[in-house]
């Protein structure tokens, strides 16, 4: 019998260009993909192959150069024809030109059911998937050596135009259910879900712990999930993974190979056709973004979705943890007479600023990029509590960020925070900060001081 947990606290953003189930975007024939680092936070990367070199799909590009046994895999086999860098020879992507007859490393079908946590381990790290799983404290891509109380994985995503992974499980129930056994074998397992999601639902088994959330974004977190659950204490750990790294991972013990394919959400107001596309990680977003933009300009491309998305364009690739992609207007052309004192219909407004509160809740809105307002001092005005459904003090704990107060920190629960817990405050905003970097370089801060 599932756990219904029903959270008050948070706030649904209804944008337009949701991505429709019953449409299937063509995706371009490319044979270009590439692997980028900065998806996996935490990871700083060593390249472990050079230009020319040929690979298979599962072979490794690079390692965690603080744990060279976390491997990340090729997702095609093909020849490495560029390994990209930036400021400081930061590793940017690594290239590989695709066969056009694909091979994959072979690792073995395995029995689930027969391993061990150990055995699970090790056939995650043989075949450079493990570095998938993601910790906290620190949000950041776990190693080996941490041993988790408890694994979490969220399948509820309610952030704006955020995809639905009902979507993106079928034809892989298998592989899904076979993932979750697999992680149960590590540790305690808990399968979060929302309450439309039956088929979800459906996976949870006698070795995993479903819960079922009732209530607006972010109740989709995983954080705020593992609050209500499982809070982290200070020397704690839990691994939180993606649903769509559960079925890369059942994939591998199914069928012995690297499988990195996935449904990609291609959502947004400046989307012709918003649906999904069949896509590998590492696809370059020309393949199926370019020609479902409506215009060209003046029009932001984010690597995600609206809150938590990284800005992104054409030459991009398809992250390690993408889900959707979406497009909104940049906003940057607009010029509008009076500003703020219009009494709008087509603005969103927490504070009923807008006459666009008397629609109700499921009016659509197609919100841009503009920040509307330059950054001020930070109020005391309980706007992150009302949205931010966890037992921490969301405001004194980012002041205490922004003042290196290390002990207050620990005391206020930064160790259950990850930066896409503080989304949807840093849209209600008024102060206008940036609160998920702050939150970042907290996390940073305190990674390395307790190192």
């Known amino acids: 019998m599932a756990n219904v947990i029903k959270l008050r606290k948070g706030l649904d953003i209804n944008l337009k260009g949701k991505a429709s189930k019953d449409v299937a975007l063509q995706v371009s024939e490319t044979d270009e993909y590439a692997l980028v680092p900065e998806a ?43 390994i990209e860098r930036g400021d400081r020879r930061k590793v940017l992507c690594i290239k590989v030109k695709a066969d056009a007859e694909q091979t994959s490393t ?133 691994w939180t993974v993606d649903p769509a790294a559960v079925i890369f991972f059942g994939r591998l013990f199914l069928t012995g190979k690297v499988d990195l394919s996935k449904r990609v959400a291609v959502a947004g107001s400046e989307i012709k056709t918003p ?3 069949e896509v590998l990680v590492g696809t370059p977003l020309s393949a199926f973004v370019a020609d479902q933009l409506k215009t060209t300009e003046h029009v932001r491309v984010i690597n995600g979705n609206p809150l938590t998305g990284t800005q992104a364009s054409l030459a991009s690739y398809v992250g390690g943890h993408t889900s959707e992609i979406t497009a909104i207007p940049e906003g940057d052309d607009k010029d509008e007479m009076l500003g703020w004192i219009l009494p709008r219909t087509d603005q969103f407004s927490t504070s009923r600023s807008y006459f666009s509160w008397l629609f109700g809740k499921k009016k659509e809105y197609a919100l841009d990029a503009r920040v509307k307002g330059g950054e001020r ?20 704990l980012i002041k205490a960020i922004i003042t290196g107060d290390i002990d207050k920190q620990e005391q206020l629960g930064i160790y259950e925070v990850s930066p896409e817990d503080f989304a949807v405050a840093e849209f209600v905003d008024s102060s206008k900060l940036e609160l998920q970097k702050i939150v970042r370089d907290g996390l940073n801060t305190l990674r390395k001081e307790n190192a």
Do not use: W
């Open 106 to 238: 072979d690792f073995g079908k395995k029995i689930v059911d027969e391993m061990d946590g150990d055995a699970v381990k090790q056939a995650l790290l043989e075949a450079g998937l493990f570095g998938y799983i993601n910790q906290l404290p620190y949000a950041v891509s776990t190693t080996p050596d941490t041993t988790p109380k408890a694994i979490f994985v969220s399948t509820l995503r309610d952030m704006p135009l955020a995809a639905d992974f009902e979507v993106e499980l079928l034809g892989n129930e298998q592989a899904f259910k076979t993932g979750l056994t697999a992680l149960s074998k590590i540790a305690k397992t808990y399968l979060g879900a929302g309450i439309n999601q039956p088929n979800v639902a459906l996976m949870a088994s006698k070795e995993v712990e479903l819960n079922i959330f009732d209530g607006p974004c972010p109740a989709g977190n995983v954080g705020v999930q593992v609050n209500h659950i499982d809070p982290v204490n200070k020397g704690e750990v839990v």
């Open 377 to 396: 001092h930070m109020i005391m005005s309980g706007e992150y509590d009302s949205v931010l459904p966890m037992d921490i003090y969301g405001e004194y």
């Open 275 to 277: 649906g999904y596309a």
């Open 40 to 82: 996996f936070v935490g990871v700083t990367p060593k390249v472990v192959v050079r230009e020319g070199d040929h690979v298979s799909a599962g072979d490794a590009l690079f390692v965690n150069k603080a744990c060279p046994e976390v491997k990340f895999a090729s997702p095609v086999s093909g020849v490495v024809t560029a």
